[in-house]
Structures are given as structure tokens and as C-alpha cells.
């Protein structure tokens, strides 16, 4: 057996029963594992399988020919890369819609009430229950459909402007809430900032933070342009309102 490494003289000691090559031997495998512990772990690919149908494109009628008898697909409109796809019931009912490409990849899950033919700005629009949400390319559904509203494309720096029971917020196409849903109304000002309507002709202006940068005093808003917006308070008057919160009074600005 190896004894205990001395501290001091910083030496292993070697049992007599224990050969130089032996030693040697030990020495290798221990490095080994170290090594093989050591490497990096491959990244697990987190991509969701896509479920396909069988069957093949019919290019000269623009269907898919040979779907399985509980699934039934639209035609592709000219040369659109999507459809939609109807899973029905044992009466030929259907019971979900899903989107569908031109290789038979179910692209998005076949469980909604309605969804757009395609996808905005890397997401599709799906209806349940006449709630709206979202689902990826990669057929993630990253938004459980429980908006009212969802602005559908015309993303403004990555940001989708939602609405729930009156009431409207900013999410992130990844689905993660940026603004909350607690304005009386939102737009995206680009450059960062994000109008917000606290009461009728009372915007200011939020970061992507959701901190408030401009107060709630304009009677409109605008989006910025090279950091800075004209606007209008309830006395008449323009302002100049920059992106670092500063306002100054347009005929003082000359």
C-alpha cells in the first residue's frame, strides 16, 4: 500500500511488497483519470426532437401525399415553408392545430386552437382557449398562451409589446417579462427605451430595466432618434427629452 505523503520532505513512501514499475503503473492510471475527469463535457443539445410525419412533398400540387390517417395537412400556399396541420379524433374531428414544414417536421406541437402560418421575428402565434402565446422555431412553446394581446412581428429591440385584462407590458422574444403588464398602454421607442402610458396623456419613458427614466408628464410620445425626442407637456410647450432623463425646454435649448 502507498503510506502517507510526507509533508515535509515531500516524498512518497513505497510499501516493499510494491515494485519500481508497479509504481509506475499506479502512477499512470491515477493520471488518466485525472485527465478524462478534467475534459470538458459536451454540450447537451437541448434542441427538442421534431416529431415528422410520413410521407413525402408533392411539388407539382404543393401538399404533403401520405400523412398518417389521424393527421391531416393544408396545402403550402406558393412557396411558403409552413402550413398547418390537424390531428383529428377517432370521428375525423380535430382536435389540435399545429404547423407543419415542407420536410414533414411538425414544427409546431398540434395541440392549439388556431396559430399563424409561419413565423415573426423567430416566433409563431398560437390561440388555446382565445388566449394567445408563443412557440420557437425549435417547437418550444416559450409563452403559455394567457395574453389577450401579443404584438404579431415588428419586434423593436427584441421586445414584443402584450396586453392582459386592459393592461399592457413588454416581453422578450425569449418570453421572459422585461416590462410588466401594468400600463394602460406601451410602445417601443427603440434605443433602449420603452414609452408607457400611466393614465390618458401621461407617457414617460422606461429602460429596459424597467426603471423610469423620463417622468410621466408628456401629453404623446415618440421613438428616439440619436438619443433624443421632441415632445409636448399639457402647457403647449416642446420639450427635448434625451435618453438620460434630462429634459430642457426647446426654446431654452438655443
Same mark, same amino acid.
Given at each position: 500500500? /502507498?503510506?502517507?505523503v510526507g509533508s515535509a520532505n515531500r516524498r512518497y513512501q513505497i510499501g516493499n511488497h510494491m515494485n519500481k514499475n508497479t509504481t509506475t503503473h499506479y502512477i499512470l492510471v491515477l493520471l488518466s483519470i485525472l485527465l478524462v475527469s478534467?475534459?470538458?463535457? %459536451?454540450?447537451?443539445? %437541448?434542441?427538442?426532437?421534431?416529431?415528422?410525419?410520413?410521407?413525402?412533398?408533392?411539388?407539382?400540387?404543393?401538399? *404533403?401525399?401520405?400523412?398518417?390517417?389521424?393527421?391531416?395537412?393544408?396545402?403550402?400556399?406558393?412557396?411558403?415553408?409552413?402550413?398547418?396541420?390537424?390531428?383529428? $379524433?377517432?370521428?375525423?374531428?380535430?382536435?389540435?392545430?399545429?404547423?407543419?414544414?415542407?420536410? &414533414?417536421?411538425?414544427?409546431?406541437?398540434?395541440?392549439?386552437?388556431?396559430? $399563424?402560418?409561419? /413565423?415573426?421575428?423567430?416566433?409563431?402565434?398560437?390561440?388555446?382557449?382565445?388566449?394567445?402565446?408563443?412557440? %420557437?422555431?425549435? @417547437? #418550444?412553446?416559450?409563452?403559455?398562451?394567457?395574453?389577450?394581446? #401579443?404584438? %404579431?412581428?415588428?419586434?423593436?429591440?427584441?421586445?414584443?409589446?402584450?396586453?392582459?385584462? $386592459?393592461? !399592457?407590458?413588454?416581453?422578450?422574444?425569449? &418570453?421572459?417579462?422585461?416590462?410588466?403588464?401594468?400600463?394602460?398602454?406601451? #410602445?417601443?421607442?427603440?434605443?433602449?427605451?420603452?414609452?408607457?402610458?400611466?393614465?390618458?396623456?401621461? *407617457?414617460?419613458?422606461?429602460?429596459?430595466?424597467?426603471?423610469?427614466?423620463?417622468?410621466?408628464?408628456?401629453?404623446?410620445? $415618440?421613438?428616439?432618434?440619436?438619443?433624443?425626442?421632441?415632445?409636448?407637456?399639457?402647457? @403647449?410647450?416642446?420639450? #427635448?427629452? !434625451?435618453k438620460d432623463g434630462r429634459v430642457v425646454k426647446e426654446t431654452e435649448s438655443h
Amino acid at each position: 500500500m /502507498f503510506g502517507r505523503v510526507g509533508s515535509a520532505n515531500r516524498r512518497y513512501q513505497i510499501g516493499n511488497h510494491m515494485n519500481k514499475n508497479t509504481t509506475t503503473h499506479y502512477i499512470l492510471v491515477l493520471l488518466s483519470i485525472l485527465l478524462v475527469s478534467c475534459q470538458p463535457k %459536451n454540450n447537451t443539445n %437541448n434542441k427538442k426532437t421534431l416529431e415528422k410525419l410520413s410521407g413525402h412533398l408533392d411539388t407539382v400540387g404543393n401538399c *404533403w401525399v401520405g400523412a398518417e390517417p389521424l393527421y391531416s395537412v393544408s396545402r403550402f400556399e406558393g412557396r411558403s415553408e409552413y402550413t398547418s396541420v390537424s390531428k383529428l $379524433d377517432a370521428k375525423g374531428e380535430s382536435i389540435g392545430l399545429g404547423l407543419i414544414n415542407r420536410k &414533414g417536421e411538425i414544427v409546431v406541437p398540434v395541440i392549439y386552437d388556431g396559430l $399563424d402560418l409561419g /413565423f415573426a421575428d423567430g416566433v409563431c402565434q398560437v390561440n388555446k382557449d382565445d388566449k394567445l402565446g408563443l412557440v %420557437n422555431t425549435d @417547437g #418550444i412553446e416559450i409563452v403559455a398562451p394567457t395574453y389577450d394581446y #401579443i404584438e %404579431n412581428g415588428g419586434a423593436v429591440d427584441g421586445l414584443l409589446r402584450v396586453g392582459k385584462n $386592459d393592461r !399592457y407590458g413588454m416581453i422578450s422574444l425569449k &418570453g421572459e417579462i422585461v416590462i410588466p403588464v401594468e400600463y394602460q398602454d406601451v #410602445i417601443g421607442a427603440y434605443e433602449g427605451m420603452i414609452a408607457v402610458m400611466v393614465e390618458p396623456q401621461r *407617457w414617460g419613458y422606461l429602460n429596459h430595466k424597467n426603471e423610469m427614466v423620463v417622468k410621466p408628464e408628456f401629453t404623446f410620445v $415618440d421613438k428616439f432618434v440619436n438619443g433624443k425626442v421632441v415632445l409636448q407637456k399639457a402647457d @403647449g410647450e416642446n420639450y #427635448i427629452v !434625451y435618453k438620460d432623463g434630462r429634459v430642457v425646454k426647446e426654446t431654452e435649448s438655443h
